[in-house]
């Protein structure tokens, strides 16, 4: 019932907004005024008043109390209907998350409610101009005051929904040095500054953080990206001197869920739109004889090439979806498990694939949004049929929350070898235990061949590098690009041979469900999956291709 509602609201409210949002932008007027695209406002209005931002949040803030993995889904379809609108509301959470794990009583009081309730939104402020993922290079300040309060003076860059006119207040999650911090990454202190600062609930005097411009981007046109002026800017401390990092990772992780869950969305609206396309849209005959004798030319879903890109887009959002909520039912269980020691592996779960989803199902997108525009043709390119806007959009989700090389290094480097690959073993068990389980059903045997023998490739190439890398560390980002992607692929051959599983055990209902998605599953074996060859290949060259020191450039 809560996602059929959330669907008519995403159908009915904010996919309306999307192509007029992306051609009319967000407007800024002078002295820290922005305002979103016709619509956005009225549309956020009715978020709120539905009470969805309060989804999966605690009930002793307001919130619901229902599970992660039902605020997950109800993101995918929001992201695919609007994914510029939803940005605003989108990090709202993650600023619930960072406080509710490390806000002081009297911080939680005063902005979990509101946040909760969506009366005002959360924004996360890190990167500066002269350093975006190498956050050790800030040099934002935070000067002590006899309150208790910081003065903090700097310049914030790239700040999503960092100024709009959805929200009365907008609270800042921001990083900065105090005087006496250390250099680098371990002088990072967190604070949390309100645009307005509270008073009896509201807001009250303006405060020192202003926009003084937006950027001009490439997509996501309809969302407000900032760059952010702090003029001592009042701000709390969150959590302890000089280890903010470690409690803005709480959002940076939520963020990166997030951004992933925002590829899913636009891979899943490119297919719907392709899909519709093709099966409306007449070119040429096919090649094996007429199959529209009534028309003049047969549509393009006979062409085997145009099915090809339909069943990838289709292949990479039903297999990104089986991930991305099988790893929200890990956050759940890492929350709220009775069993301690299901937390934990739970907790180790999600941190391996956080750099996965982000990654992975971002790639995918932006390849599932061209293929899109390629379905469409000369009309692709186009922007009335919105194609080419949702790939400009899915360009940037590669981009921000730390690139996919971040992400890649990230996992091979600390994830998986900087544990001993203790992490990873714990999915190559499932995988394994499938595997077995399934090995004497000969009905699985097309599905579950091929995902043990990536899963005996995968534990190769990870030794490999690992010994690589003992002796160059350089290896480990010589070879992480194409690792994570080989590891992405496991995933979702994993997810596909068990989603086989019961469309096969369901298939004599006669449910056309299981039937297309037994057919999805053996293309996505057939056809993606065997691009881990030529992956594992180009990870096993390593460093030696580009040479170090050659003055090549």
């Known amino acids: 019932m809560v996602l059929e509602e959330a669907g008519k609201f995403c159908a009915e409210v904010t996919a309306p907004l999307n192509q007029s949002g992306d051609k009319e932008g967000c407007t800024y007027s002078g002295d820290g005024v922005v305002t979103a695209p016709k619509g956005f406002k009225e549309a956020y209005?009715?978020?709120?008043?539905?009470?969805?931002?309060?989804?999966?949040?605690?009930?002793?803030?307001?919130?619901?109390g229902l599970p992660i993995v039902l605020n997950n889904a109800m993101y995918e379809m929001l992201n695919s209907a609007n994914q510029a609108w939803t940005m605003y509301p989108g990090l709202s959470h993650g600023a619930y998350e960072c406080l509710y794990e490390h806000g002081t009583p009297e911080l939680k009081k005063t902005y979990l409610p509101k946040l909760v309730s969506g009366e005002w939104t959360g924004t996360m402020c890190l990167t500066e101009p002269h350093c975006g993922t190498d956050l050790g290079l800030l040099l934002t300040k935070a000067e002590p005051q006899t309150d208790g309060s910081y003065s903090i003076t700097g310049t914030k860059i790239f700040i999503s929904a960092g100024e709009h006119d959805l929200a009365e207040n907008i609270i800042h999650l921001v990083l900065a040095r105090l005087p006496d911090a250390p250099s680098g990454i371990k002088g990072i202190s967190l604070f949390v500054m309100p645009k307005f600062l509270p008073e009896n609930d509201k807001p009250g005097k303006r405060n020192g953080i202003k926009c003084s411009s937006i950027e001009h981007?490439?997509?996501?046109h309809g969302n407000a990206t900032c760059v952010m002026n702090l003029d001592d800017a009042a701000g709390w401390m969150v959590g302890e001197p000089n280890k903010g990092l470690n409690a803005?990772?709480?959002?940076?992780?939520?963020?990166?869920?997030?951004?992933?869950?925002?590829g899913l969305g636009l891979t899943e609206a490119a297919y719907q739109k392709s899909a519709a396309y093709a099966k409306e849209r007449l070119q040429m005959r096919s090649l094996s004889g007429v199959e529209a004798p009534?028309?003049?030319?047969?549509?393009?879903?006979?062409?085997?090439?145009?099915?090809?890109?339909?069943?990838?887009?289709?292949a990479y959002a039903e297999g990104g979806r089986a991930f991305s909520y099988w790893l929200a039912l890990q956050i759940d269980r890492e929350l709220s498990h009775s069993d301690e020691s299901m937390r934990k592996e739970s907790a180790e779960l999600v941190a391996l694939f956080t750099p996965i989803v982000k990654a992975f199902l971002t790639d995918n997108a932006f390849t599932a949004t061209n293929e899109g525009l390629q379905v469409f043709g000369g009309h692709g390119y186009i922007a009335e049929c919105g194609m080419e806007q949702h790939v400009r959009d899915a360009r940037?989700?590669?981009?921000?929350?730390?690139?996919?090389?971040?992400?890649?290094?990230?996992?091979?480097?600390?994830?998986?070898?900087g544990d001993m690959g203790a992490k990873l073993k714990k999915f190559s068990k499932l995988v394994k235990d499938f595997v077995e389980e399934e090995g004497v059903n000969e009905a699985m045997q097309e599905f579950v061949n091929p995902l043990g023998d990536i899963g005996d490739k995968v534990?190769?190439?990870?030794?490999?590098?690992?010994?690589?890398?003992?002796?160059?560390q350089d290896e480990v980002g010589a070879?992480?690009?194409?690792?994570?992607?080989?590891?992405?692929?496991?995933v979702f051959a994993y997810f596909w041979a068990r989603m086989a599983k019961i469309a096969l055990e369901k298939q004599g209902s006669g449910d056309p469900f299981y039937k297309a998605k037994l057919a999805v599953a053996r293309f996505y074996f057939n056809k993606l999956l065997p691009e881990t060859s030529y992956l594992i290949r180009a990870a096993r060259a390593g460093l030696k291709p580009l040479d170090l020191e050659a003055e090549l450039f």
């Open 45 to 64: 209005a009715q978020y709120v008043e539905a009470g969805w931002p309060a989804l999966a949040c605690d009930p002793e803030y307001g919130g619901q």
């Open 248 to 262: 803005m990772l709480v959002m940076m992780n939520a963020a990166r869920l997030g951004v992933g869950n925002q």
């Open 396 to 417: 940037i989700n590669m981009i921000y929350e730390g690139t996919n090389t971040l992400q890649a290094n990230d996992l091979l480097g600390r994830k998986v070898l």
């Open 294 to 314: 009534d028309k003049p030319a047969d549509q393009i879903i006979v062409h085997p090439d145009v099915r090809r890109m339909l069943l990838t887009q289709r």
């Open 459 to 472: 534990q190769k190439l990870t030794i490999e590098i690992g010994m690589k890398a003992m002796g160059n």
């Open 479 to 490: 070879a992480a690009i194409y690792y994570l992607r080989v590891v992405g692929h496991l």
């Open 217 to 220: 981007k490439m997509g996501i």
